[in-house]
Structures are given as structure tokens and as C-alpha cells.
């Protein structure tokens, strides 16, 4: 599938100690072609559970051409939880670590008992998904569903354990000798 294909030739480059894969669907670089979003939307919408679905909520900035895509096919609206600060009555601030920044994200647009979906391009430390999950709970959401695109190193299973919520993938990779190689799941 293109999602693998275009995964293994991938530039890596170095954030600090980190080796950062550069791919459309995370970074939006070199171009993303509307053949592997149809592709990625269509096999998150195969394997989410949407029904009965309030919103669907994304983190800032990579998340957010997947949400508007499946917002068009699910006719579900989304929130994005931002970088900046916008002091609305009711913003819910939380603190965002990843494997090379740190920051804050802020969380509007929910109300208590909104069953909501988490979507995200990557989950690797799990920093964000921690924080996005501890925002929604702030607001009073159900989470019925959490599906990121990619998955790499343990933040996946930590982020399960910690929290108590499954989190779905369409591809497990890991990046070796500045490649990306795809893992069995
Ligand atoms: O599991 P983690 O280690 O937290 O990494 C995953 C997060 O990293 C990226 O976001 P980033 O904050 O870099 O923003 P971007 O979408 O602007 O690249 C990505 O979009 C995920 O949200
Ligand atoms: O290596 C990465 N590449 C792109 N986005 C990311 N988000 C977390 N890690 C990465």
C-alpha cells in the first residue's frame, strides 16, 4: 500500500538524539498527494468506530488535513487543539512533551459528554496523546475511539497502559541505520 511504500523511502533527519522520518502525512513535505489522504482516511474510517460520534479532535498542525478529511466523509465536526492561546472562557490548557520539543496545547470546542474520537498522523513517545487525553477528560468527553496513522517506539503501549484506552494504528515502523523499516504489529 502507498502508506508503506512511500514510509520506506523517507528522509530521516536528526531533531537532538532523535531520528525524525520526514513523510507527507506527518509533515506535509515534500507534497502529499490526494491518492495516499483517500488512502490513509479511508483505512482509519475501516478500522474507527465513528457511529454515534460527536467530534472528531486533533492536535495541531499535522493532525489537522486528517481530520478535515474525515470530517468530509463522516460529516463529523472537529476540534483542534492548538498551539496558542486563545483565554476563551472554559480553554482547557495542557502541557505537550515529545521526543524533540516541549509546549503547551489548548483544548476549546468541547462540551461535557461529547463522545469525541481522537485522531493523529504519529504516536511516538506518547507525550501528546497524553496530553490530549488528559485535556478531553478535563472536559468531560468520552473517548470512544484513538487512532494515529503511524506508531514508532513504545509510546503506543505506555500510553495504554497509563491511561487505560486502546489505541489503534495503520502502520508500525522503526527507524534503523537512517531508514524506515515497517514492523509486524
Ligand atoms: O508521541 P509524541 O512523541 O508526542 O509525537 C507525536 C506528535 O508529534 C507530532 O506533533 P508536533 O507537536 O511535532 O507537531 P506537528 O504536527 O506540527 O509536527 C505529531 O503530529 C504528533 O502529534
Ligand atoms: O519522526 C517523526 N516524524 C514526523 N513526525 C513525528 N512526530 C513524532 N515523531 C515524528
Known sequence: MLLEETLKSCPIVKRGNYHYFIHPITDGVPIVEPKLLREVAIRIIKIGNFEDVDKI???EAMGIPLATILSLY???PYVIMRKREYKLPGEIPVFQTTGYSKGQ???NGINKGDKVVIVDDVIS???TMIAIIEALKKAGAEIKDIICVIERGNGKKEVEEKTGY???TLVKIDVVDGKVVILDK
Request: hydrophobic share 40%; no cysteine; aromatic share 6%.
Open 166 to 168: 486502546k489505541i489503534k
Open 57 to 59: 479532535v486533533t492536535a
Open 105 to 107: 496545547l489548548y483544548l
Open 74 to 76: 463522516t460529516d463529523i
Open 125 to 127: 513517545t506518547g507525550g
